[in-house]
Every structure is written in structure tokens, then in C-alpha cells.
């Protein structure tokens, strides 16, 4: 299902070596789109290395809003020798492809279903720029020029996103300036300008940012009073504690003490991090550890440790490509398993799915509420796609008059008053029992154990005793429905066809049913936000005959969540799947499910 | 209340642990009682009923206690771990608490065997040491006091269960001292390491003891006695304004040069002799909640509007997204 | 359902405290109806402790060979003050109590319904043993000769085997002849004897032994040709490298150099015997760990790693009562999920579920075998009932003509012949592809990686590539099926009901039919030996209307795996589940069975 | 064929490891090469196509190359670290892997950050050293050198990737050591640890750089050359009869002195400086295979009928079970 480009309805792909500085170009190309009012998404397709390896960054205009990849490239940038026969054969038939001229192209790489741009861009550099750094970064910003050029794009937006980069250093905004008008004087002296496909100055970008959702998660994690962060460093969850630290930085260091009304510990490893947090949690900060595929299976122990003693605490899985070490810098939705059963015995966590940076924010405070409301670890799983790449996403809002909900915590006041206080005693019925902070007062002490434990909170080895306590945890997972947040529906009784998704699965689908719709091909949605299911989601499963489920992992693990906690019968669910490490894109669910509707009416 | 083996060196512990909360006077909620697994693990749960326990999982009980350190400086922190706790499985955990100089008392129950799961050799059975079943270890022991003079630590000790007047003082300075304050305190098992043959039995430890450095608790009110003699008593400033006098059993010994303390301990243990005492202490190295310079007010009680910067401040912040 | 004793017919409770040495009394008791030619079966409930706390030893004597815990006593010996009033609860209505009359007995503490023999067992032995030590335990032996004397044990039974026992030391023999003569002596002046229940000497246990099922797991690994173990100590798996050592200082010592054909190493903790494994995997050894849950959890890492690689290891995960440390000396089943799909991302791994000792020592033998044919870890699963506890079974016979399957593994002659070697090409089409071992030549050398690789063995972060051989991973998974041993069914056309069950509920399931076929109630059963599923497996499945899953585990944890890796619909499910940590008895199945039957009746 | 950033000092210790085993000419497919995850754990990539090479999980390499060592002892192992995979996430198996004295060469490539998941200070970071944005580093380093002292290790080296002169020796010295043969290798990150204010930059390795023992490899064959002088030359005897000559640049350090060793680093780590060579060696220590009584034959190839007691032992010895 691959269509024509058309004015603000194009993608845009620059091939590189990563370490040369083309992040900062790239950005400019994205941010230009952005302010001249055009929906636009960045992906970044880098290795797993530091310098030297190819490195693509795609851009999607798309005045419609979407956000998946197009999966169809119409101009190519062609930066790197190495990817570019590769490149060259991405290019979608009537695309462009620009290429560095100050080098003659090898002639056996060649097309005729595409136009190739020549620009003589180390050349023209070489001959504008001094240094041998500069010469390099500005390659980079020349191409933007020449695609400004080809693609009618606002020069004063440009200039102005240079004066404001470079603010303190006008030289610098100069002479980056001096690179776009290299390549957009050369594209318009040489070549037909603008392309029969352009950016069209808009409006739907307004009280919109542009951001990736590492950064929010940190603003989500910032704005809900989280104050200890554990972590050891792991791609691509990296982001998450580099962005909390610079936004604590900002704003939690005491302006009279200098003190700071945070703590970020860089673990020694994962292990250590999940012991943290959950030492922090139990102490009655509001503590997070972020991480990724291998820091979640090595903090198995600890997530069971911490259902079983209920603890407070907020795991974030920003999911990449396993299993194993996997491929670090490519995308996955394969955790969701190994998180919703983590660890030995019967355990069972909460998880989170939001499906942008958005939902990243407002989740992350959720994540906190529901972990003391629950009195449980919480696990937010993101990917890499959600946490890494560039977003547009509604400007977040924060309600000044919201309170942490910090569950059912005894302080010294209920302490003195109460006769005597039991950890794990159920006494409102709704499997929640009452917890105690350690320093607050005397009363309240107690035994926190792994090990077999009463309702009193005392160690048994007794099976009627024991089994109490994990009966009781049953029935907290039923509570948890009635807390986590609900699902997202469209809805029409007249279809019978379902699909579910989650997470960064969600812009694929979304633009999958429209191209569907136009097919005349009608679906609901139900997107999950979370794990325990609420009561809508079997109601959805109940409403259909037949309900994809698409995600981005090879053995349909949400699937596999619906089978075993929801009433649904198999042959309901078609899983579609989606699991290269490649952010997943339209194409995948618009063929498959009309492939088989087509199957259905010629049967 | 304990429901150890009857004589196991770990009881001792726990007498000598709740004589000095009781000396120090800590109220029993202001202190959290840590551990990881094993028999010595077991001991936060036979003291101070009135204290925060919490009793984690096997030989992670640092990052427990980093955490809740992190979230609340405001209360005195003591872990009790085993040999197997906190030098087999527990060793990576274990020596970043001494990088991190967790502000802590850490007290290893030490019996050369893992007690609760019947007897294999710890990583800190000692070389030729003999299991109950006659076979000789090959391997050299892990001594954490070495180890944590080799990273940098701040304060070292080496005790035996069965010397209280040592070891309760030495409790009482690591409670003070303002760091990882880690005590290795040699704790025979009865069951599985009190035969002939082990070097970490209640007869073998009496033979070989060797005091170096005795040190007492002087808190803050009191004048240091005049009784100890210039050469050999040194008292130890610390941030409280408590002493910690450091007594001087072996002349030459110096307890607070690194170096020659780790080429002391080594000589012991080329003789085969258990040295004991306060065998290093450092004072001036900042510990955790300083070095991140963590707030008076501990971060789990502060309150969310500190935390919080609102709307306002959200609003301006996203022209940077823009 | 629970029935009268009779002869043959009945079980005896010893309560006693831990480390008083009733281990050995309990064992002569155990072997005398076993040489007296009667199924018996031994259960140990034991404390999480060394010395001072309750403990407990099942023996449950059955002329029908019932394995289960039979959920009732019929005679207690009560030699633990502490637990006097549970003890005494415990006793069936009818059954007959033995206390140490020595101390009087508290008043209050009375039933009118059981029989109470009172001994003066303290007394008898202060009379008659010397030193303190002994008197402690010859009260343990003289309690067995009061058991002898009211069952009408075979005198000469117990007297072989005490000589067999003390062969070295005729003083103990002696001494502990006595104390049982003071025991049997004692009872048969004082009471009515024998009970009315008693053991009549039968010829039911020939060809058979008495063994735990960690020692026949170690004597598996043993000839399976196992030669690299590494462990972290755990209960319940202890015992099988302590096993797993005593064989080995038996056979595998080489007489003439003093050499050991094994290694041993007593890992930092449980990553690293993950780690350990691997590496002698992967260098050509056959090697294992034993470890228990937390152990599982804490391997998670490595078992994706192992999962992705292709090496071949066998875990052996003696299950405990989860979550966390949980209760480390009660048994559950509720490993089974985590294991299955142990560490993030799409991963899945080869279950082994023997029943039993004897299952416990062929299938250690297969674990191996599927190991190296499949190139993948493989778990075998069973738990502290099968791995701690006495069970009688058929001899173990080994097949002199058995020779290891070690899979596709090329020599040096073949690395001379072929051109070059691809470590993960599929040439054979069922997705195993050929390894070398390092050291072999030079043409075998490959590297060995986490992170993603192609077919070739290569690095890569190529979608195609990679998926490739995820791909390939996943038809691997439909080879396995053809690998792994089949089910074990029992299957009449005429019933409509069946039962799935699988490891140690295997003989309370067994039970449970011949009770419920009694009562008119047919089922069918299948037991399940392996993960991922066979054909019969959904053939079964499809045959029945209701199937009922028996399983120890709260959360139904094979029930999901049915449901998951069948097409089975979900009504048809019915789980049964035990799980507080006592080995499961027949009436938790035929009481739930039958009261649904009854519902169905009145319906 | 390296990935690595042009300049990353891993390249040299790559050349460097690839001289030493040209020169000791080991058969390739003899040599097993093992790593964890970082940049530097990718160097076993880079060098001897025809070993077989194990790039394992983060910090997890030691128990890998403990388990191939036990099955196949008649390899040459070398392994290839980080400073985060071995000292971080990786300290509790590397501490057990020195305690067992496994017969291999592991080489830290230590840069002093994390270099794969971009800069962040590494626990090898020293105290003070300045991050790329200016943070100050403020825990102290843990040296694997004085770790390996204080565990009572076989081997400890340390070198720098930019002196090849003495890094190859050393490389060919640790192969032929029976034991566990520790290389610290300062190995700068020219990406994101090499500014001003960096300890482990290549101009402060450079400035700082204080070489104390130098170590040269002798193959069994060949005779000491006499142009060392008796005062400073110190051969050591390895098993297979090849030598390690030290020769002394510090006439006052003893590397066969534990104790003295130690003190002499510390000292050099108070001073500033960076203290290089065979800091450490004791050749008599038994490693584990020997410990472990383990046959000439590697258990790996050891045939079945070895292994196999039978169905006759079998029989007889179920009669201890009736
Ligand atoms: C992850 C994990 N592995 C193994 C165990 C089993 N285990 C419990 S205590 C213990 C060793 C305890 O030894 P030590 O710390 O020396 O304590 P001791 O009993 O000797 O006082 C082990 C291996 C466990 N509980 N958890
Ligand atoms: C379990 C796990 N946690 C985290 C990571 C991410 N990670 C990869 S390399 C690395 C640090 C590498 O540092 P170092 O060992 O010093 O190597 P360098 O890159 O500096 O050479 C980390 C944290 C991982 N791969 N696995
Ligand atoms: S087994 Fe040893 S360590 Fe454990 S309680 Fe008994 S004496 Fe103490
Ligand atoms: S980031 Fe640093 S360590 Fe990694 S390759 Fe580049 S220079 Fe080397
Ligand atoms: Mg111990
Ligand atoms: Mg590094």
C-alpha cells in the first residue's frame, strides 16, 4: 500500500556515518517542517558504536498527523559510500536522491525510475570553511540548504532556529548560515526548484512540541515528586536519567542551601539499581529505576521481592530488540511477558503502555500513584521507538493542584492513636493492607521479608498462613483493574472487525485504518494502556468476531496477555506481527488485514 | 527469641548489637535494621522490635540500604550479612557500598561456611581450613577488611563473637562514624565449622586472636579520660563531636595509614594470626548523602511542593521543544 | 474422601524438633516396611532452619502404592512439646496419638475421638544410654520399636538393618537394638497390640529402591556422561550436587593418576553457574546447575543468552514455595511460566517435568541429550516433594548401548573437508544448524555473540538478516516438538472428562481417578513430561469436553501454557490448583471433581 | 576492521595482542578469546579470526571462561574487559575469578568511563577527574591491581595502551602465567574521556606515567640474556620452563612482595602517579585446575566410556537404597 508523495506528505532520508555531527542538521531539517506549522516525525536508524558506522535519520512529513514510517523514502540524502548502492535502492520509484558530486558516482550504481541530485558538497565546504571539523559539520548543514531548496522550505525559519541555537555565538550562527545557502543556491541554480512535492507553510503545529520520550518520562517522573533515581546505564534507556538530572538540575537544587531535593545513583548494575529503588520505595521516596530488555531480566529477584513484601516502586523498560544483547539501537515490543510474570513463583506486575511521549509524561506520574496506591512495583514499558525518536505531541499541561496519591500510609499521628499495627492485615477489603514508614514512630515497625510471612507480618512457615497472604495478593490484582487506566476506543457497532494494539504500535494502526477505511474496509480500535486489563477491554474482545492484534514482537506477547486474562477465544485473535527492529509502519497492517478480507469474501 | 543453633556465634552478636543501641541510647525507630540471607542475615529480626526491619534478598542487602539511605539520611543504618552474603554472592554489591561510603554500620557474622544451607566453605574460608567432612579448602580467603582498605574504604574493624568487650565498643564507634563503617566479626557456626581442623572455630579463634587496636565510644558530652597515655591513645574526632580513642594493644600498629595496616593484616594472616580491632579508620572522607549533597530533610518526607516545580515553570520549559 | 485405615493402609506422623537426630529413626522405620515388601512413602516437612524448630516425617504406608500425601493420620507421635495441640488436631478421628509419658500431659489438651499411648520414652532411655547425646536419640530409635511393636513390624527386619547400618560399629548396633526393644517392649505389655491396623509383611517392593529424587537426578547427570557442574547452593537443589559429588568421588575418580573426570565448582551465586555452564556448553562438555527459584530468576539473563546463542546446558530447577524467598522448605510448581519464557524478549525454552525419582533420572539422561540435539538450554523442572522427599521406585536400569546424542557438531576431519564453516545456517532445513568446539581447527572458529548476528555468524543490525534468525529460532521450536518425550495418557473413548496434570501431582492424580472411578465418576488422564507440547497433547485436548489442569501453583501456570501453545478453548479449562506449600493429596482433586459431577447431576 | 573510534586506545591493546600472539606463535585455533559488553569487549573481534571468540553478556565473561576452562583446560584463554564491565557490574565474578586463579590472560581496557553507553565516570574513574561536561568525579577509583593484591591474586600488571614496548611482554608474560594474569590497561577514550582535567586522557597517562618494573618474556628454549645485571634483573621460572625476566626501573619495588607491592601503588596512587609494569607475580600459586585435580585430557573430549560407570555399578549400587 505505498502511495505517491505529495506537498506536505513526504519522507526525507539521510544516510550518514554516525560521529559526524549530523545530529544537529538533522534537527534543524525536523524543527524547520515543525515551524512552519507541518506534522512532521524523526527517526534515528544508528548503530550500536559510537563512530564510524552508518547511521539513517528519517523524516515524515505528514500534514496529516501520522506518526509511524511512511516505509517509503521519496528523497534520499546519500551521505555514506558505504550504504549507498543500499541507499540507492530504497529510493521509491519517482523519488529523489542526493548525492555528495565533489566525487564521481560509480556507474554501476545507477537507476532510471529516479532522479539523482547531484551537490558538490565537501567541495563547496572545502572551499568556504577553514578547520577540518568545520568542513565536516558543515557538509551537513549544506544539505539541509539544498533540500530547503528543493523542497520551498522557509529560509527565514531557518535563520531564525540558527540565531536562536547559536545565540551566544553569533560566528557560529554565520557560518551555518553560510552552509544553507550554499546548498540551497546550488540546488536552485542547478536543478528544477521546488520538487513536484513541497512543504506548504501550515498551522497545525501550534501548542505542539517536539520531543522524544525519554525526556517526557523524566518530566512525568520530575513532576510527580519522584526524588530517587537508581539506575546503571543501558541504551536506549540512557536518556531517561540524563534528561531527569538535567531537569533536577534546574529545577530541585535549593536555591538557599545548594542542596539537592533529589538523588540519582548510578548503580553498579541493574541489580543493584532494582535494590535501590525498592529500599528507596519502602523508605517512602518516590523512586524509579529506568532501564532496558537485559537490566529487567537481571532484576527478576528483585521485582518478585518486591510484589511479594509490597513495596512501591516504578520500573521503566524502554524496550529494544532481543532476546540477549539483541540489537541495542533497534526498536522491539518484547518485554511484555518477562514484565507481566517477572520473576520465580506466582507473581504478577502492573505494567504501563503509553503510546508517545505524551503518554509517557502523564504515565510516569500514574506510574507513581498506582505503585503506592497498589503498594507494588510498577513497570511503564516504552521502546525505543517512543524513547529515542522525535515526537510531535500536544504541549503537556500540569494541574498545579495535584497531589501525589501516596496510598494508605500510617503517619505518626494514626500511629499514636491505633492500638497496635499489622504490615499485611486486609482490613478494608479491598486487598490493600496499611504500610508504615521506618524513622516516622515506634509503632510502626516491622519485619519486611521475602520469605513466608502472615498477615501479621510475622515469619510462618505455616500453609494456611502463607497461602493467606498470596490469596489476598490475588484479590489486590483485581483491585489494580479498578486503578489502572483505561483503554482508548473507537468504536462503531457496525463493524465486527477488532484491532488491538499498545505502545508505539499505535500510529501504525491508526494510519492502517484510515488507509482501510478508504477501502472500504471498516475496523474498531482499542488501544491497552495497561496490565491488569480493565473490564473494557473484554467487553471489546466480546463485541467482535474477529480482532487483530498488532505489536511488535515475534511471539505475540500481548496476545498471549488477552488469552490467559481475559475470557476471549483463540480464534478470535489474529496476532499481527511485526519484529525486524524497525519501528513497525501502515503497510504491515493494511495488507494483512486486507489480504484477508479479501480472502473472506472470495471464500 | 532466636532461633539459631544453640551456641552459634551469630547470638552473641545480636547480644552485643542491642548492649549497644542501649548504650548509645538511639531511639529504636530512628534505626533500620538491614540484611541479606542466611543464618546471620537472620539476626535483625532478634533486636530492637521497635526498628524498621528488612530482610532482603541474598547478598543484595547494600543496594537496599543505598536506597533507603538515599531516601532518608536521617536514620542510623545497621546491615548484618553472612560470609556467603557479602563475599560470594553479595562482592559487587558489597564493595560499591565502600565506594559509595554508605553512610552505615555493615556487620558481617563471619563462620567460613554457609550456615543455613549446611556447611559448603564461604568464600572466606581460609586456606587449608578444614570442612566438617575433612576436606581441606584451596583457596585463598576473601578478607573484606583487605578488601576494603584496597578500595579506599573508610573504617575497617575485625572482631569475635566471643570477646564482647571489644566488640560492643566497636559497634558503637561504627555507628558513629560517619561512612561504611564495616566490622568482620569472626562468628563461629557450631554446626558445620566448630570442629578440629577449622580456623574459624570457637577454640582456633581464641588460640589466634590477636588484638591490635582497641578503640572506645566517647560520646560527644563526655571528656575523653585522662587515663589513656599520650603514645599510645589517639582519639578520632568525629562529625558529631564524639570520640572514637583508639588504644593502642600492638605498638606499631597505625590505624589510620592505609597502607601500613593492609601490610599489617597481611603479615597476620601470613602468621595465621586473627588480628583484630579497629584496624583502619579514615574520618575526613565524605560519605554518601554528602558527596551527593543530599538535604537536611530527608527526600522521602520532603514535601511535594518542594518537588514540584508546576505549570507555570512546565509552560516555559517546552519553548525549548519548540 | 477421606477413608478408614486398614492394614496396609494407614500413616504415621513423627513431630519432632530439627536437629535432635530423628532423621535415622525415621529412615529404619521407613526401610522396615519397604523390606517388609510395602509401598511406603517417606515426606519430610522441615523448617527453614538448622536447630529448635518443628519438624515433621510423613510415612504413609499403602498396600495400593499410592505416592500422595494421603491428607490423613492415623497415628502421630508426638515428640514435640510446641506443636503438641497442632499434633493432636491433626490425628484422624479414630487414630491413635503416641506421646513421651515421661512429662505429664496437659489436661486441656484432649480428644475423645483418638486413642492416646502414652510412653515413658525419656525415662526409659536416661535408665538405660550414658551420655546426653545418646540419650536424645535413642528416644528417637525407641519410639520406632514402639511403632514395631503396635504395626506388628518385623523384629528381624529392623534388626538386620541395624546391623547393615552400624556394620562398623556393633556398640551403636547394639545400643540401638536396645532402644527399640525398650520402645517395643514397652507398648506390647502396656496396650492392646497390634492396632487394628497393622503391616503384614507383602512382596511389593522388590525391584524397587528408596530414593529422593535429587540423588536420582544426580545419578542421571552422572551417566548421562555429565562432567562440568556448577551450583550456588540452594534448598531445595542442594542435594543433587552433593549427590552428583558422592558419585563422582566414587566413579570418576581415575584410579591410576588420582585425576577427576568432573569438575565441580561452587559458584559466587547463581549468575555465575548460569555463566559456568554456558561456557563448558559451549567449550563441549556436558554441564549443569541445580539451583531453585530465586536461582532461576537471578539466570534469567543468561538463560536469553543461551536461548539466542544456541548453547547447549541443562538446568535443573528443584522448585519451592515462590514468590521471592517465599517458603524455602515446602514445595510448590509454580516455576513454570518463568522458566518457560525466561528473560526478555522472544524467548522460549525446552521444560523437562519428570514425576518422580525414577523420571528424575532418565530424563536428566534426555536433558542432556535434547541439550545437544537442539543446541538450547533445557530446564527440567521438579520440585522439593520429588527432589527431598523418600519415593519408592522401580530399579534403574542403564543401557550399556546408550551413546549421548551430541547433535551437529563438526570434528576435525569434517572441518578439513568442507569449504567453510556458517555456525547458524540451516542446511538441513530443520532449523538446528552445525557447531564446532574451540580447539578442534581452525576452520571451526566462530564467534560466539548476543547481540544480534546473521546466518553466517556475523554481526549484524540488519532487519533481514537478523529476523532471519529469529525466525529460524522459532521453527526450531516446532523441530523440539519431535525431540522432547512424549506425554504419558490414559484413555478410554467412553469418558468425556480428562485431567492433565504433570510432575509431583502425578501420584495425587492417580489416586484421585480410582477414588472417583469408585464413585462412578470416569476420567481420562494425560500427564504432561514436556515443554514445548506434543501432538498428543492437543489430541487429548480436542478428545474431551472438560479438562481439568491439577497443578501446585496459585496462578494455574500450565493451564497457561495450554492455553498459549495449544488451540484449546479456554471453557474447557478447569484448573485445580493446590498451592500452600504441602505437597498436594488426592482429595484436593477428587473433592473438586466430584462436586462439580454432582453439579452438573442436579443441573 | 575495528568499529571503534579512530584513536580509541582498545586498537593498540588489539595490536598489541596481536604481536604478542604472533610472537609466541600459539596456534589460533588453540587460543579462545572471551569478552563482555563495551567497546573494549568488542576487541576479541578484532584480532585472531581463526580463534573461537565469546562475547558475552555485560560483566559475566569471568564465570563464561571459568566454565570453558574447566571443561577445556589445553586452551590458551584470553579475555577482554572494560572498566565498567569488570569493576562495576562485572567486580563480584572478576574477585572469584582472581580467588580461583583461572588459568587465563584478562585484559582491562580501562578507560575510566563507559565508553559504549557514552561517558559516563566508570567506578575505575579517579577521584577529581573531570567528566566531559565539566562534573568532577567524586568516589574513589577501585584499581583492579590492588584488588588482585588484596585477594591474594597470582598476576597483577598494569600498562598503557600507547606503550606497546611494554605492553607485548607483559601480554606474552601473562599467556605464559599459570594463574590468573591481570592487565590494567589505561586505554583512553579519545570520544568521550580524553579532554583537560581527565586522569585516563592520553596526556595525563603520558605526564603521569611511571614505569616501575619491566617484564620480558623468555620462551623455554631460549637463555637469559646476560646483559641484565644480577642487582636488577629477577628471573621468574614458569611451569612450562619459559621465564619472565623482571627487570627493575624502581630500584626499591618488589614484585614478588605482596605487602610491599601494594604499598608501593598506594603510594603511587597518593602521589598522582600511575605505576606500571608486572606489578605482581607469584608463579607457585596452584590454579584451578590444579586445585580441582582436573585430567590432562579435557573434559570436554573425554570419551563417554570414561564417564560412564554402567548398568553393573548401577545395580550394585541401588543395594545401598533397598
Ligand atoms: C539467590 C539465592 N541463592 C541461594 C540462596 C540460598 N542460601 C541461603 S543462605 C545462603 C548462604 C548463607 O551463608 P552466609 O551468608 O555465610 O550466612 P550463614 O548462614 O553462614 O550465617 C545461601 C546460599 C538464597 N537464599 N538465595
Ligand atoms: C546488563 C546490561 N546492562 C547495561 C548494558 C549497557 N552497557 C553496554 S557497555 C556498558 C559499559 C561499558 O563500559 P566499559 O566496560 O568500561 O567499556 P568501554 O565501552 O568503556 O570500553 C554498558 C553499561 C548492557 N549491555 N547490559
Ligand atoms: S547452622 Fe551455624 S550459623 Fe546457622 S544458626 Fe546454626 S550455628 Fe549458627
Ligand atoms: S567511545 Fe571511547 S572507548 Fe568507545 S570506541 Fe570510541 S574512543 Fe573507544
Ligand atoms: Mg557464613
Ligand atoms: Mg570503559
Redesign the interface.
Same mark, same amino acid.
Given at each position: 500500500m505505498s502511495t505517491r508523495p505529495g506537498n506536505n506528505d513526504f519522507t526525507v532520508k539521510i544516510a550518514n556515518v554516525n560521529?559526524t555531527g549530523s545530529a544537529s542538521a538533522n534537527a534543524l531539517l525536523m524543527k524547520t517542517f515543525?515551524?512552519m506549522g507541518i506534522p512532521v516525525v524523526g527517526k534515528n536508524y544508528f548503530?550500536?558504536?559510537? /563512530?564510524?558506522?552508518p547511521t539513517w535519520y528519517e523524516i515524515r512529513v505528514s500534514g496529516e498527523g501520522y506518526l509511524a514510517r511512511s516505509g517509503r523514502v521519496d528523497v534520499m540524502v546519500a551521505m555514506n559510500a558505504e550504504t549507498y548502492q543500499k541507499d540507492l535502492e530504497e529510493v521509491a520509484p519517482g523519488g529523489y536522491l542526493i548525492y555528495d558530486s565533489t566525487w564521481p558516482r560509480a556507474k554501476t550504481l545507477h537507476r532510471d525510475d529516479i532522479s539523482v541530485i547531484g551537490i558538490p558538497l565537501a567541495k563547496m565546504c572545502n572551499e568556504h570553511f577553514d578547520t577540518a571539523r568545520s568542513r565536516v559539520l558543515m557538509k551537513n548543514v549544506a544539505y539541509v540548504g539544498a533540500i530547503a531548496g528543493l523542497l520551498d522550505l522557509d529560509l527565514d525559519v531557518i535563520r531564525d532556529s540558527l540565531r536562536q541555537t547559536f545565540a551566544a555565538k553569533a560566528h557560529l550562527a554565520d557560518a551555518n548560515q553560510q552552509a544553507i545557502e550554499l546548498g540551497y543556491n546550488y540546488v536552485r541554480e542547478n536543478y528544477q526548484c521546488p520538487l513536484p512535492f513541497q512543504a506548504i507553510a501550515d498551522n497545525k503545529t501550534s501548542d505542539?512540541?517536539?520531543?522524544d520520550g525519554n525526556?517526557a518520562t523524566a518530566?512525568g517522573c520530575?513532576?510527580a515528586?519522584a526524588?530517587?533515581g !537508581?539506575w546503571?546505564?543501558?541504551?536506549p534507556s540512557?536518556s531517561v536519567m540524563d534528561a531527569f538530572k538535567g531537569f533536577c538540575e534546574k529545577?530541585?537544587v535549593?536555591p538557599d542551601?545548594? $542542596?539537592?531535593?533529589?538523588?540519582?545513583?548510578?548503580? $553498579?548494575?541493574?541489580? !543493584?539499581?532494582?535494590?535501590?529503588?525498592?529500599?528507596?520505595?519502602?523508605?517512602? !521516596?518516590r523512586?524509579f529505576t529506568p532501564t532496558s530488555?537485559?537490566g529487567? %531480566?537481571?532484576m527478576? $529477584?528483585?521485582l518478585?521481592?518486591g510484589?511479594?513484601?509490597e513495596i512501591p516502586a516504578v520500573f521503566i523498560d524502554v /524496550?529494544r530488540?532481543?532476546?540477549?544483547?539483541?540489537?541495542?539501537?533497534?526498536t522491539?515490543q518484547?518485554?511484555v511477558? %518477562?514484565c507481566a510474570?517477572? %520473576?520465580?513463583?506466582?507473581?504478577?506486575h502492573v505494567l504501563l503502555f503509553p503510546a508517545n511521549p505524551e503518554e509517557c509524561f502523564y504515565m510516569a506520574v500514574q506510574a507513581f500513584d498506582l505503585a503506592e496506591q497498589l503498594q507494588t512495583p510498577v513497570i511503564m514499558l516504552t521502546d525505543l521507538d517512543i524513547g529515542m525518536n522525535d515526537w510531535m505531541a500536544a504541549?503537556?499541561?500540569?494541574?498545579?493542584a495535584?497531589?501525589?496519591s501516596r496510598g494508605k500510609v500510617l503517619g505518626e499521628k494514626e500511629l499514636q492513636e491505633i492500638e497496635q499495627f499489622h504490615r499485611y492485615l486486609d482490613s478494608d477489603g479491598d486487598a490493600i493492607p496499611y504500610r508504615?514508614?521506618?524513622?516516622?514512630?515506634?509503632?510502626?515497625?516491622?519485619?519486611?521479608?521475602?520469605?513466608?510471612h502472615n498477615m501479621y507480618g510475622a515469619?510462618t $512457615?505455616d500453609?494456611?498462613e502463607? /497461602?493467606e497472604i498470596?490469596?489476598r495478593l490475588?484479590r489486590k490484582w483485581e483491585t489494580a483493574k479498578c486503578y489502572v487506566p483505561q483503554v482508548e476506543q473507537e468504536y462503531s457497532e457496525q463493524y465486527r472487525t477488532g484491532i488491538i494494539a499498545y505502545g508505539s504500535s499505535d500510529g501504525a494502526v491508526r494510519e492502517a485504518r484510515d488507509q482501510l477505511h478508504k477501502a472500504g474496509v471498516g475496523t474498531n480500535y482499542l488501544r491497552v494502556k495497561a496490565f491488569p486489563f480493565t473490564d473494557d477491554v473484554q467487553e471489546f474482545l466480546d463485541a467482535h468476531d474477529r480482532i487483530y492484534v498488532v505489536e511488535q514482537?515475534?511471539?505475540a506477547?500481548l496476545h498471549?496477555l488477552l488469552?490467559?486474562e481475559t475470557?476471549? %477465544? /483463540?480464534e478470535k485473535l489474529i496476532p499481527i506481527l511485526h519484529?525486524?527492529?524497525?519501528p513497525i509502519n501502515a503497510a504491515v497492517i493494511t495488507d494483512r488485514i486486507s489480504q484477508e478480507v479479501d480472502k473472506v469474501v472470495a471464500a | 527469641m532466636s532461633t539459631l543453633c544453640a551456641g552459634c556465634g551469630h547470638d552473641s552478636v545480636t547480644g552485643a548489637l542491642v548492649q549497644a543501641a542501649f548504650e548509645l541510647d538511639i531511639p529504636p525507630h530512628r534505626m533500620a535494621k538491614l540484611s541479606g540471607i542466611g543464618c546471620s542475615s537472620k539476626t535483625p529480626a532478634y533486636f530492637l522490635r521497635q526498628s524498621h526491619g528488612f530482610n532482603s534478598v541474598h547478598g543484595r542487602m547494600p543496594s537496599v540500604a543505598t536506597g533507603a539511605n538515599a531516601a532518608n539520611g536521617s536514620l542510623s543504618y545497621v546491615g548484618v550479612s553472612g560470609d556467603g552474603d557479602t563475599l560470594s554472592i553479595g562482592m559487587g554489591q558489597f564493595t560499591h557500598a565502600v565506594r559509595r561510603n554508605l553512610n552505615m554500620l555493615y556487620i558481617i557474622e563471619n563462620n567460613g561456611v554457609y550456615g543455613l544451607t549446611k556447611g559448603q566453605f564461604s568464600a572466606s574460608a581460609d586456606l587449608g581450613s578444614k570442612a566438617k567432612k575433612g576436606d581441606a579448602n584451596q583457596q585463598p580467603p576473601i578478607d573484606p577488611c583487605q578488601v576494603v582498605l584496597a578500595l579506599g574504604g573508610s573504617f575497617a574493624a575485625r572482631s569475635f563473637s566471643g570477646d564482647k568487650q571489644q566488640l560492643v565498643p566497636l559497634i558503637k564507634a561504627g555507628l558513629a562514624h560517619r561512612g561504611f563503617a564495616v566490622i568482620d566479626v569472626i562468628s563461629p557456626c557450631v554446626t558445620f565449622n566448630d570442629h578440629e581442623g577449622s580456623t574459624k572455630s570457637y577454640k582456633f579463634t581464641r588460640d589466634h586472636y590477636h588484638p591490635a587496636i582497641h578503640a572506645d565510644y566517647v560520646p560527644p558530652s563526655q571528656e575523653i579520660l585522662a587515663e589513656y597515655d599520650e603514645g599510645s591513645a589517639m582519639p578520632v574526632e568525629l562529625h558529631d563531636g564524639s570520640k572514637i580513642v583508639l588504644r593502642k594493644i600492638d605498638e606499631y600498629y597505625d590505624p589510620t595509614d592505609r597502607s601500613a595496616a593492609l601490610t599489617q593484616i597481611q603479615q597476620a594472616q601470613t602468621d595465621g594470626e586473627i588480628i583484630t580491632g579497629l584496624l583502619y579508620i579514615d574520618e575526613s572522607k565524605p560519605e554518601m548523602q554528602e558527596i551527593n549533597r543530599m538535604p537536611s530533610v530527608p527526600l522521602a518526607t520532603m514535601s511535594y511542593e518542594k518537588l514540584c516545580p508546576g505549570n507555570d515553570k512546565l509552560q516555559a520549559l517546552q519553548d525549548r521543544f519548540r
Open positions: 560521529g515543525f515551524r548503530p550500536s558504536n559510537i /563512530q564510524g558506522l505542539h512540541v517536539m520531543i525526556t518530566l520530575l513532576y515528586g526524588t530517587v !537508581a546503571y546505564p543501558i541504551t540512557t529545577y530541585r535549593d542551601t545548594g $542542596e539537592n531535593n533529589y538523588a540519582i545513583i548510578q548503580a $553498579e548494575d541493574e541489580l !543493584a539499581a532494582a535494590g535501590m529503588v525498592l529500599g528507596a520505595g519502602w523508605s517512602g !521516596a523512586a530488555g537485559p529487567i %531480566s537481571l527478576n $529477584e528483585f518478585g521481592y510484589y511479594f513484601t /524496550q530488540c532481543g532476546p540477549s544483547t539483541g540489537m541495542p539501537t533497534r522491539q518484547a518485554d511477558m %518477562s510474570y517477572a %520473576s520465580h513463583g506466582d507473581t504478577r504541549d503537556f499541561k500540569w494541574d498545579d495535584y497531589k501525589p508504615t514508614l521506618p524513622g516516622v514512630h515506634p509503632k510502626g515497625a516491622y519485619f519486611t521479608r521475602g520469605s513466608g515469619y $512457615e500453609a494456611g502463607y /497461602q498470596v490469596d490475588r514482537n515475534r511471539d506477547q498471549n488469552l490467559l475470557r476471549v %477465544s /483463540q519484529y525486524n527492529g524497525l | -
